[in-house]
C-alpha cells in the first residue's frame, strides 16, 4: 500500500486566497484525521471522519477552515481566506478500526502551507 | 491548555547511551499512550504504546515507563543510535464522547539528537 497521500507538499499563497488541501487515505480505513502542526501549539487535530462523515470538528480553528470526504478515498480541507497565520503542516491520517487503539494512526507526509 | 506536555524541546545524547524523553499529562481520564516519531519532511509514525493499565511496555530497544500517580512516562532508548535522530511525540486517548475510535492528544514534541 502506498501509503496516506497528500497533495500538495508544498503551499505558498498570499493572504486572502483559498486553498485547499488533498488526501487519500489507506484503502480499508474508517477513520480519517485531520492535523495542523505548529511551533507553538504542536500537533492539534482540527477534524475527523468515519465513514466519510465528520463526526468532531471542535479542533476546527474557525469558519475559514472546513473540511469535506465525499467518498472513501478522498477527502480535503479548505481554508478561506487565508490568514499568514495559518502557516503550518497540515497532516493527514487514517485508522482501519473503532476503539482498538493498536491499530494506530497512520499519518500521511504532510502539506507545508505558507501564507504571506 | 496543554493536556500532554514535552516540556523539553530537544536532547542530545552520545551514540551508545541512554535516552530518556519525558512527557507529563494532566487528564486522568486518559486510557492509551502512545510515542511517534517523526522525521523531517515525513509523517510521524507510531513507535510504542502503553496501556493505562501497565507500568512498563518494552519493544527492542525501546521500553515506555507510566508513572500514573504522577502523570508522568518516558520513553527510554538504549542503546541510542544516530539513526535515531528525530522529533518524538508523546500522545495520550481520549475516548471520543460518542464512542469508537481513540482520540490522539500530542505534545508538541521533544527533538532528539544522537551523536556519533
Known amino acids: 500500500d502506498a501509503g496516506v497521500i497528500q497533495s500538495p507538499r508544498h503551499e505558498v499563497t498570499e493572504m486572502g486566497q483559498e486553498v485547499t488541501l488533498r488526501c487519500k487515505p489507506i484503502s480499508g480505513h474508517d477513520y480519517l484525521f485531520w492535523y495542523r502542526q505548529t511551533m507553538m501549539r504542536g500537533l492539534e487535530l482540527l477534524i475527523y471522519?468515519?465513514?466519510?462523515?465528520?463526526?468532531?470538528d471542535s479542533g476546527m480553528p474557525e469558519d475559514r477552515f472546513s473540511a469535506k470526504m465525499p467518498n472513501a478515498s478522498f477527502s480535503t480541507l479548505k481554508i478561506q481566506p487565508s490568514e499568514p497565520r495559518d502557516s503550518a503542516v497540515y497532516f493527514c491520517a487514517s485508522s482501519p478500526l473503532a476503539g482498538i487503539i493498536e491499530e494506530t494512526q497512520y499519518f500521511g507526509p504532510g502539506t507545508r502551507l505558507l501564507v504571506l | 491548555d496543554q493536556q500532554v506536555k514535552q516540556n523539553s524541546p530537544s536532547l542530545s545524547v552520545q551514540e551508545g547511551r541512554i535516552s530518556i524523553l519525558n512527557c507529563d499529562y494532566t487528564n486522568s481520564m486518559f486510557d492509551y499512550f502512545l510515542w511517534y516519531k517523526k522525521y523531517p519532511a515525513e509523517g510521524p509514525t507510531f513507535l510504542i504504546s502503553?496501556?493505562?493499565?501497565?507500568d512498563k511496555n518494552e519493544d527492542g530497544r525501546f521500553t515506555v515507563f507510566l508513572n500514573k500517580s504522577a502523570k508522568h512516562l518516558s520513553l527510554h532508548i538504549v542503546p541510542s543510535q544516530p539513526g535515531d535522530s528525530a522529533v518524538y511525540f508523546c500522545?495520550?486517548?481520549?475516548?471520543?464522547?460518542?464512542?469508537?475510535?481513540?482520540?490522539?492528544?500530542f505534545g508538541k514534541g521533544t527533538k532528539l539528537t544522537v551523536n556519533p
Open positions: 471522519f468515519n465513514n466519510n462523515v465528520p463526526i468532531d
Open positions: 502503553i496501556s493505562s493499565i501497565k
Open positions: 500522545a495520550a486517548s481520549v475516548k471520543f464522547s460518542q464512542g469508537g475510535s481513540e482520540k490522539l492528544v
